[in-house]
């Protein structure tokens, strides 16, 4: 349904200003993303990956710790972000991997696609995916193990936003080197993860200090900053990793 | 005349590696003309329509399309179309998504038209819902050459397009080659053997040991 929203808004706007260079960039940036959408949707790589991980975490922790509660309180801003980290990596790295048979990359890359424009509409969609499972585990945690704790979920609607840009980040830095490498390297994404250690240590920051009462914003603007640097890396060396 | 060439390359030369893969290569194609070369395996015809489309940089020489000079790092132009070994479509989509996505991103008028005629002309209408992945080798080449015939460019550069056809498939793709020339668009095909798979061949010319060279004149 969205797919096709935004195929719809990609046609019009593709109409209404031709040969206008920033609006055919939108307009290609929408085709991707809506395409993207259509690939994820059918896959379910990044969303069922990251549950998955959740569920198995909230089982073994309900399972081995729940007579301690103030113990899961205490570690779980930690445990729920290590299992982002890693299904979160783990699922972006894979990012390209629809692109790898039938050499799909030099398809797009011959229809005059640029590596930034494909890169922002895989970005923008697995954040999408990434974020609306992170939210579902986050809540299921706060819902079993946190019952009495009260918090603003808007700043924590922010700090799971900021944290999933930055592993989304990363993770599509590596899936482009992983691209590069033809996985000739099968355990790059271990290698690179450590690449998400300051994401990591400041969404966990952030999410204990909300969680416990403390000062978050030291925690979310150290999340912001890792963000844009990352961000920013992504864009810039993605033009320089393109394999045709 | 050498004005009007929609490509032209004057003493091209490449290199694999440290190796010169061919040099000192000279050739021209008008509107409407049909180019053919031929060569063993590992002659360098894959790497040469490389070049030409831009995927590959080259050491030397000239290239012009459309009249204008092509750097080495040059972008690509949706005027150029290319089929190379493989058909560029996503597995995991079906053949309609696939042409609906390159047919956006080309921006092709009357997209959801163009898609039935130009499946309709491949005979892929049974096939058009299936997921790529699904396709025999021979259906690939055909969803191959419906991605090309989509996309309609100007200079069409085949790489062995002949190869997995049926009698049926060789037919059509032998009246896409002539429409494409009736519309004045020209088409260079590469093929490992002399076998007498198209018509009405204007140049074919030989790729060995490095060096291009005419075979016969049409």
Partial sequence: ????????????????????????????????????????????????????????????????????????????????????????????????????????????????????????????????????????????????????????????????????????????????????????????????MVLDLPVTVAAMGATWALMHGGDVWPWVRGLAVFDLIFLTSTLIFSDYLREV | MMDSALLECQNLSCDMGSRPLW??????????????????????????????????????GRLMRFGERVSVAAKPDSRVGYLGHASFLYASLTLEENLRLYGRLWGVPHLSRRINAVVEQMGLQWSRYERIQSFSQGMMQRAGLARLELQRPRLWLMDEPFSGLDDQGRNMLRRMIDDARRRGDAVLITAPTFSDDIGDVGQTTVLDRGQLRKRNEG
């Fill in chain 1, 1 to 192: 349904m969205l797919a096709k929203q935004l195929f719809s808004i990609a046609a019009n706007s593709g109409n209404a200003t031709r040969g206008d260079a920033q609006v055919q960039a939108i307009r290609r940036w929408v085709v991707l993303t809506a395409h993207e959408w259509t690939l994820q949707w059918r896959h379910k790589d990044s969303g069922l990956a990251v549950l998955a991980v959740a569920l198995l975490e909230i089982a073994a922790f309900d399972l081995s710790m729940n007579r301690i509660p103030r113990l899961l309180a205490q570690t779980g801003p930690g445990i729920l972000w290590m299992g982002f980290l890693f299904s979160g990596t783990l699922t972006v790295t894979r990012a390209y991997a629809h692109e790898t048979a039938e050499d799909v990359m030099t398809g797009l890359y011959l229809a005059a696609l640029g590596q930034t424009t494909q890169l922002v509409a895989k970005l923008t969609v697995n954040f999408m995916w990434l974020l609306g499972s992170v939210w579902l585990t986050t809540w299921l945690w706060v819902r079993l193990f946190m019952a009495p704790t009260r918090f603003s979920w808007a700043v924590m609607d922010l700090i799971l936003s900021l944290g999933v840009l930055g592993l989304v980040s990363v993770g599509l830095l590596m899936a482009r080197v992983g691209l590069l490498l033809e996985g000739a390297d099968p355990f790059l994404t271990v290698w690179l």
């Fill in chain 2, 23 to 60: 040099q000192g290569v000279w050739l021209s194609l008008e509107p409407g003309g049909l180019m053919k070369v031929v060569g063993p395996n590992g002659a360098g015809k894959s790497t040469l329509l490389k070049v030409l489309v831009g995927l590959r940089g080259f050491r030397c």
